[in-house]
């Protein structure tokens, strides 16, 4: 046989055991190429599930237990951690991946770090931020008038000239609140027979809002109607328009009953207002606009009702007691035990054109009379007045002071800190 030539048979052999090799390799090659792809695929899906992310914003601040809630996307299923200062909450994601976790804050005023962390390899934390808890504040004052003395102080010194001294610290409260004990109107007429008739200007009850602060006005007083319903009306208007929350009065007796209602710093606040001084035709009814009545029925149905649907805190402003009496009378006192006995957290007073004593009781607050405020001050002790200012959390009151003021000025009504 010469070299280099191998017979046919021994050819074909080696050509079959080459395509064998050939396929084995082959498929070693794509198993292996299998296993890859499959190994990519398994670390992809636990690398990239979907995406750890929050979608609301945290807050500046929050009161004292104030509710707060957090929104974000995560795997479906997956625990999500809350971290607030040391504490921590945990909650798990929807099947849509969704995820929304509710809390109250700290009980203590602070700033407290906000994280919030899933359980993957390593571990996903996202730093939201310092949370402040601080109170929320409402600052309190008596009686306004926008008429008679301080209308004639208005026209000739500007609608901004009883509040010059007082305005700033009004304006720096969460809530600002305060008796408005006139008519706002440039219709109507004065109610034929009744002793002192009030009516300011449009344009002061704006200032009032838009300058000072104000944020609600109780109408339940005996001067609210003074120039009848027609301007009583335009009152309500006036008031809604600048932006003002009002109570203690209204179209008819419902709305005259009805909260003011306000949700601040994760906790919820309903304002009430009734009058327990109740000139002839002042009082609202079922189809006709006035105030609300004092009558013990009202406030206890009224304040369980404002708790009931959700009220953290509940205030309610009387008008009540003896003008110039320095003490509450035993009406104001059993008024009081109504509201708070259907769980009131704030009593304020107004009316006796004096200050009256402020008791607090443990997480609750009366305050009988705040006297006057832009009001003319005619005899001894109606010029002493003030701002209260309390600080609120969702469990009640926390604090409380009361910064002095002393009516005085041009014509005797523009309250001026001390």
Known sequence: MEQ????????????????????????????????VT???????????????????????????????????????AETVTL????NQRTTTAGDNGVFRIQFRAPRATGRYPIALEVPR????????????????????????????RPGTAIATYGVRYPWLSVAPVLRAADIAIANLECSVSTRGYPVPGKQYTFRGKPSSLRTMARYVGIDIVTLANNHALDYGRLAFADTLSYAHEYGLKTVGGGRN????????????GGIRLAFLGYSDVRPLGFDAGPTWSGTAPGFPSYISSDVRRAKNQGADVVVVY?????????SPDSRQRSLAAVAFDAGATIVLGAHPHVLQPIEPRRRRLVAWSLGNFVF????????????????????????????????????GIQPILL
Request: hydrophobic share 45%; proline share 6%.
């Open 121 to 148: 390899d390593p571990v996903v934390r996202i730093e939201l931020g310092r949370l402040r808890v601080r109170p929320l504040s409402i600052a309190a004052v008596g009686d306004v008038n926008l008429g008679d």
């Open 376 to 411: 003319g001050a005619n005899t001894l002790g109606t010029e002493s007045t003030g701002i209260l200012r309390l600080q609120i959390g969702q469990g009640g009151l926390r604090d409380y002071s009361f910064r002095r003021a002393r009516i005085g000025g041009v014509f």
């Open 4 to 35: 280099g030539f191998r017979p046919r048979r021994e050819y074909g052999m080696d050509m079959r055991r080459l395509r064998r090799h050939r396929r084995t390799v082959l498929a070693l090659a794509l198993g292996a190429s299998s296993a």
């Open 83 to 86: 971290f607030v200062g040391t």
């Open 253 to 264: 007796l419902d709305l005259a009953r009805r909260p003011a209602l306000f949700r601040l």
């Open 38 to 76: 499959l190994t990519w695929g398994v670390a992809f899906a636990q690398e990239d599930p979907t995406p750890f992310a929050v979608i609301s914003a945290l807050p500046t601040w929050r009161a004292p237990g104030g509710f707060l809630a957090i929104r974000g996307t995560a795997a479906p």
């Open 318 to 326: 009387f008008h009540w007691g003896t003008e110039r009496a320095f």
